[in-house]
C-alpha cells in the first residue's frame, strides 16, 4: 500500500505541471485501516496545498491516519498557511514522504515541526515522487530550470531534407505527444532560425480545458523576429519573451525601432549578456530561475541545443527517431555548432528510457554526470 500510495500521489502531482511555479507540483494521499479516505494535489501557486486538499477530502477520517506526500509538508507561511500546522490538527498519525523540500524556509523544518508534535515521520524516497518534483529541485538547488531538449528526426538522424522540408517527419501521435510535453512546461524555447524557418506558435494544441500556455521563448540576438510571425497573433495568452543580446544591439541604431515593433505587437523584449555574438544562456537560465519558472522544454534549433549541449545545462534529451529516410549529405541534423574534434571529448548520456509511440521511437537520456535527480519520466 505505501509504494502503491506513493505512486497515486506522484501521478496526481503530475496534473499541477505547468501551473504551479514557482511552487512544486505536490500530490497527496491519505489512507486510513488500508483504504484511502482522502487525496488532493496543488493546482495552481496561491491555492491550498495538496495536503489540504487530502485533509479537506477526508475530515475526520483523517485522524489517526497515514497521509503520503511527494514533497516534505511546509512549515512556513507564504500565500497559504503552514501544511504542518492543519496535519498536526488533523490528527494524522503518519507522514511519509518522497522529496526532502529544498526550500530553505522549510529544508527539514517540516519533518522536525511534525515530529515535535508527536506525528511519526519517513523520508521514504520515491522515483515517480522525485521525478514529478525535478523541476523545483533544480531551481533551488542550481538556480535555474530542468532544461529538456527535445528533438525528432529520421532514422538516418536528418531534421529536414536539403530543401528545408521538415513537415512532417514524426507520426501523429509523435507530435501530440510534444503539445503534452509543452502543456506539463513552464516555457518553451526555440532558437529565430526555427522561428524564420518553421513559423511555429509554440501552442498547446487543442488548448487545456482551463487554457493555461506555457511562456513562449524565442531566441533572437538581433530581434529579427518577423511583426507578422504566428507568435505574435494573439493565440497565447501573452505574447512571446524575446530574448536578445545587449552587446549585439548596442551600436545598431534600427535596433530601437525593430524593438518597438515587437512590442506593439504584443512581444516582451528581455535584454541579456552575449556570450560571442549570441544570448549568454547560462546567464538566461539563472534569469528563467529567479523568475519562478521550473520547467523549460526547448524545441531548436540545432544552434541552441549544441550550446545547451555544451554549456552542461541539458538535463534530458528526448529523441524522436520516425522510421523514414531522408539522405543528403547536406541534410541537417538535430544538433549544428562546431561539434568536438575526438570521441573521447564528446558529452556522454545515459538512456533511461526506449517507448513506442505510434510508428516512431522515443529515446530518453539523461547526462551521464548527473545527479540522480528525476530518474523516472512522468507520464
Known sequence: MDTDSMARA???????????????????????????????????????????HALR????????????????????????????????????????????????????????RLEAAGVAVTHAPHLAGEAVARGFVSRLTTGRPWVTVKVASSLDGRIATRTGDSRWISGEASRARVHQLRDRADAVLVGIRTVLADDPLLTVRPAPDDGRQPLRIVLD??????????????????????????????????AGARRARLEARGAHVLGVA????????????QILGARGLNEVLVEGGGEVISTLVSAGLVDELLSCAAPVVIGGRDAPGPVGGTGVDRIADAPRFRFVSVDRIGDDVWLTARPLDRSALGRQEVR
Open 274 to 285: 552575449a556570450d560571442g555574438n549570441r544570448v549568454d544562456l547560462r546567464v538566461l537560465m
Open 221 to 254: 540576438s538581433e530581434l529579427r523576429l518577423p511583426p507578422d510571425a504566428a507568435l505574435l497573433s494573439g493565440v497565447a495568452d501573452s505574447g512571446p519573451l524575446v530574448v536578445c543580446a545587449l552587446e549585439r544591439l548596442a551600436h545598431d541604431p534600427a
Open 57 to 112: 477530502a477526508a475530515g475526520a477520517a483523517a485522524s489517526g491516519a497515514t497521509l503520503h506526500v511527494t514533497l516534505e509538508p511546509c512549515c512556513h507561511r507564504g500565500r497559504t498557511p503552514p501544511c504542518t500546522d492543519a496535519i498536526v490538527a488533523a490528527g494524522v498519525r503518519d507522514v511519509r514522504y518522497a522529496v526532502a523540500d529544498p526550500d530553505p524556509r522549510v529544508a527539514g523544518g517540516g519533518h522536525r
Open 10 to 52: 506522484a501521478a496526481l502531482a503530475a496534473r499541477g505541471l505547468g501551473r504551479t511555479a514557482p511552487n512544486p507540483p505536490v500530490g497527496a494521499v491519505l489512507v486510513r485501516d488500508g483504504k484511502v479516505v482522502g487525496e488532493g494535489y496543488h493546482a495552481a501557486a496561491g491555492t491550498p496545498h495538496a495536503e489540504i
